[in-house]
């Protein structure tokens, strides 16, 4: 078994926790997580793949235990998440990596790929999305709050952050309950349940009308650029539906498409088929590149 360190990194007035794993020398994986979790989302798959790669996953800033500067001093927003991102790669020295991109990663992702395409040397979607046809028809009081940043749009996305949500629809539906650890859920809202968390995710809810604007922009960069693409998707979950992974072929037609029996949180309950999947795919394109 390969230990797992657990580090911190200062970026400008951000202290960014992370894991790592796996030898120095060896490819680097970046694990990217998404709303509303952290970097133990991976704790069981950095140890499936560690043994051949170098796997680093951090928390972004206004999640589990990276230490930013409160709103107002630090605006959260996606453009800042990818630069605090981009700065960490730097500052651990990596100049090349493949990408693991999960929900939020994945626009904090994509915006270091089209930036830096030279360093990008495959890419992992896990219920990533980057095209319209991803969403479900549950996104509406988010897409209402985009359309119009009233307070009262904004007061009705604050059930997005509930314990409720959280442990029922978000690692709920879709996912064996016999399968699913209740670790990973009851710490995100554990985390939630801290001063000011949630209105940090109110603001990043708003930004992320940022994101799918930029969804013509990470498209032109799979045209022009042809990453090593494999999606791992559940197909059960209730945010990013199953034609969000198929469209990638839109762009990428060599595309890999793993549509699994498990939901958005597809790692709680398929970490073991998640991890042969991205061996198997990172041995080929990466020994040709």
């Avoid at 046809?133 to 940043?149: K, L, M, T, V």
């Amino acid at each position: 078994m390969t230990a797992v360190h657990y580090r911190t990194q200062k970026v400008g007035e951000v202290e960014v926790f992370y894991r790592e794993a796996g030898p120095a020398d060896a490819p680097v994986l970046l694990l990217l997580h998404g709303f509303p979790t952290a970097s133990h989302m991976f704790r069981d798959l950095i140890p499936e793949l560690a043994d051949r790669y170098r796997v680093i996953a951090p928390d972004l800033p206004g999640f589990g235990q990276t230490k930013a500067p409160d709103r107002g001093a630090f605006t959260y927003s996606f453009d800042n998440l990818a630069e605090v991102i981009d700065g960490f790669v730097e500052a651990v020295g990596v100049e090349r990596f493949a990408l693991y991109i999960f929900d939020y990663g994945a626009p904090t992702g994509l915006r270091l790929a089209i930036k830096h395409p030279e360093r990008i040397t495959a890419i992992i979607s896990q219920n990533g999305n980057a095209y319209d046809e991803g969403f479900s028809d549950e996104w509406g009081a988010w897409q209402a709050y985009w359309r119009d940043p009233s307070e009262a749009n904004r007061e009705a996305c604050r059930d997005s952050l509930s314990p409720q949500t959280i442990r029922n629809w978000q690692y709920g539906t879709g996912a064996d309950p016999e399968l699913l650890s209740p670790d990973g859920r009851e710490l995100d809202i554990a985390y939630m349940a801290r001063p000011g968390a949630e209105e940090v995710q109110l603001d990043l809810i708003l930004d992320y009308r940022t994101n799918v604007a930029l969804y013509p922009q990470f498209q032109a960069y799979f045209r022009e650029h042809r990453p090593p693409f494999l999606a791992v998707w559940g197909r059960h979950d209730p945010a990013f539906v199953p034609a969000g992974a198929l469209a990638y072929k839109q762009d990428l037609p060599n595309a890999e498409i793993h549509l699994l029996d498990a939901g958005h949180f597809a790692l709680e309950t398929h970490h073991g088929e998640i991890a042969q999947h991205i061996r198997d795919f990172l041995r080929r394109v990466l020994s040709s590149r």
